[in-house]
C-alpha cells in the first residue's frame, strides 16, 4: 500500500511539473492566470478522484498507475498513447505563446466557464471509476472482469472517454487562446482510433461485449455517435 501511494504521490507531481513547464515557459510569466485556473481545476479534480480510489478502489489505481505508453503491451496502442502524450502537451505550449505573444483574447467568464466544464468532465471520468474497477489504464482483460452495462455505460460505450473529450475540448477556452482551438482535434482523433480499437479487443476477448454493443448504439456521445 505504501508503495503504491508513494508512486501515485510522484507521478502526480510528475504531471503537474510537465504540465507547468508546458504552460509558463512559454507563457515566460506567471502571471499567465488562466494557466493558474487550469492547473488548479485538473489539480483538484485529479486529487479528489485519487482520494476515492485510495479508500475504494486500489485495484484500480494500481491499474491508472501504470498507465502510459510503455505500460501498453500492443505496438500499435503505444504508438497510439505516445502520439497522444504529444498532443496533450501541445494543447498546454501553444496558449503560453499566445499569452506572451497576444495573437488572442478569450473573455475571462468564457476562461471561467470553461473550466467548471472540464471539471464535469472529470466528474463523468469519476462516475466511470465508481461504475466499472477494470477501467484499466492499459487495454487488457482481467480474469474476473465482466461487461459493466450500468450507471454511465448504460448510455454510452466509452463514458471515460466521453469525460477526457470535454477535458480536451474545453481546454483551450479555459487557458484563454482562440488559436489552440484546432488543437484539441487530432487528440480526439487518438482517442477515437484507441477506444475503436479497444472496442475490437474487448468483443474477441471479453464474454458478453458484443451483446452490449447491440443494446448501447453509442461510442461517445449519447444520440450522435
Known amino acids: 500500500m505504501k508503495n503504491l501511494l508513494v508512486r501515485t504521490f510522484l507521478g502526480f507531481i510528475f504531471l503537474m511539473v510537465v504540465?507547468?513547464?508546458a504552460l509558463f515557459l512559454p507563457a515566460g510569466s506567471?502571471?499567465?492566470w488562466q494557466g493558474w485556473l487550469y492547473l488548479g481545476t485538473f489539480a483538484i479534480c485529479t486529487i479528489l478522484i485519487t482520494l476515492y480510489l485510495v479508500r475504494n478502489d486500489r485495484r484500480l489505481l494500481e491499474s491508472r498507475v501504470q498507465a502510459g505508453p510503455v505500460a501498453e503491451t500492443r505496438k500499435s496502442q503505444q504508438v497510439i498513447q505516445s502520439f497522444a502524450s504529444l498532443c496533450f502537451i501541445a494543447l498546454f505550449i501553444l496558449p503560453g505563446f499566445d499569452y506572451r505573444l497576444h495573437w488572442s483574447v478569450v473573455p475571462p467568464i468564457l476562461s471561467v466557464i470553461g473550466a467548471v466544464?472540464?471539471?464535469?468532465?472529470?466528474?463523468?471520468?469519476?462516475?466511470t471509476f465508481r461504475e466499472n474497477s477494470f477501467t484499466s489504464g492499459t487495454i487488457e482483460v482481467a480474469?474476473?472482469?465482466?461487461v459493466i452495462t450500468t450507471g454511465p455505460y448504460a448510455l454510452v460505450r466509452h463514458p471515460m472517454y466521453s469525460g477526457a473529450l470535454l477535458v480536451v475540448l474545453l481546454s483551450p477556452f479555459v487557458l484563454g487562446s482562440w488559436v489552440?482551438?484546432?488543437?484539441?482535434?487530432?487528440?480526439?482523433?487518438?482517442?477515437?482510433?484507441?477506444?475503436?480499437?479497444?472496442?475490437?479487443?474487448?468483443?474477441a476477448n471479453l464474454k458478453g461485449?458484443?451483446?452490449?454493443?447491440?443494446?448501447?448504439?453509442?461510442?461517445l456521445i449519447p444520440g450522435i455517435w
Not at 466544464?117 to 462516475?127: D, P
Not at 480474469?143 to 465482466?146: G, L, V
Not at 488543437?183 to 482523433?189: C, T
Open 19 to 21: 504540465m507547468g513547464l
Open 30 to 32: 506567471l502571471s499567465f
Open 180 to 203: 489552440a482551438i484546432p488543437l484539441p482535434f487530432p487528440l480526439i482523433a487518438v482517442i477515437i482510433i484507441r477506444l475503436l480499437d479497444e472496442e475490437k479487443y474487448l468483443s
Open 209 to 219: 461485449y458484443q451483446e452490449y454493443c447491440q443494446k448501447v448504439h453509442y461510442h
Open 117 to 127: 466544464i472540464v471539471a464535469i468532465g472529470f466528474y463523468i471520468v469519476f462516475l
Open 143 to 146: 480474469a474476473d472482469q465482466n
